[in-house]
């Protein structure tokens, strides 16, 4: 039995106040969440006050990248041990803004799942691919790329202990979501590839449905079988649409 696992990635928003503001509000109403585990992804900085405010109510934290190396002469970059040290227990890895945006290859995400795994993080694997490559009818292409990258670095036993999100990047902030059917189908494309190398990681894996979700499409689309959760970017910053999210997994 999957436990659905709600994760929401707050990108680069918030001052220390505003997080404060927006994690009381989601621990207010935590109990109005029977069955979902709920992580939250704050930017670095505000790791901190997320965490002092969550302790004791059950949710989950993480980050939404981190570095290979584990410490040295780095740059504004920030690692596995030091998400550690701050308590984190998840980090997403792959998000397509990360890769569209700062070049991250297939084999970088993959180190970096390896990276996150080696400090006791629980990697958020993102894929999905583009419209282009959707109307090309390259989805399921792309898709193997991505995790097969992974699969050669960790081999499929790193996905014991992991959880993929899969983002059609055409559906990312854009309001245009994956109808239930077109979620299902992939999620379940994702499933029977990694079934193929091992059954019973494959079937106790969750996959996350990530791409414009909100309280009012959640449910059709957690609702499907092979669709463990979401990852949520814009509709995790207000408190309500969030926990309506959670209480609909
Ligand atoms: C995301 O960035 O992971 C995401 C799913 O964003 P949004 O929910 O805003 O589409």
């Excluded at 992580?39 to 969550?54: E, G, N, R």
């Excluded at 991250?104 to 629980?122: I, T």
Aim: glycine share 12%; net charge negative; with cysteine.
């Amino acid at each position: 039995m999957r436990r659905p696992i709600v994760a929401g990635n707050w990108k680069m928003n918030g001052t220390r106040s505003e997080a404060a503001t927006l994690i009381s509000g989601i621990v207010a109403g935590v109990n109005s969440v029977n069955t979902a585990e709920i992580v939250v992804c704050p930017p670095f900085t505000l790791i901190s006050v997320v965490a002092d405010a969550l302790a004791g109510s059950g949710i989950g934290y993480g980050a939404q990248n981190l570095n290979v190396h584990d410490v040295g002469a780095f740059t504004g970059e920030v690692s596995g041990p030091m998400l550690r040290d701050l308590g984190c227990t998840y980090v997403i890895v792959g998000h397509s803004e990360r890769r569209a945006l700062y070049g991250e290859s297939d084999d970088l995400v993959a180190d970096k799942f390896r990276a996150a795994q080696q400090h006791g993080l629980v990697p958020i694997l993102c894929v999905g691919e583009t419209l282009d490559q959707r109307e090309k009818h390259q989805t399921e292409k792309v898709i193997i790329r991505q995790l097969d990258a992974v699969v050669d670095t960790v081999g499929i036993e790193g996905f014991n202990k992991a959880v993929i999100a899969y983002e059609p990047i055409w559906a990312i902030g854009t309001g245009m979501t994956a109808t239930p059917e077109q979620a299902q189908e992939v999620h379940r494309f994702i499933r029977e590839k990694l079934s193929g190398l091992d059954r019973n990681i494959a079937t106790n894996l969750r996959l996350q449905y990530g791409g414009s979700v909100k309280g009012a499409n959640a449910r059709g689309l957690l609702d499907q079988p092979d669709i463990d959760g979401g990852l949520i970017g814009g509709a995790s910053l207000q408190a309500d649409e969030f926990l309506n999210i959670c209480r609909a997994a």
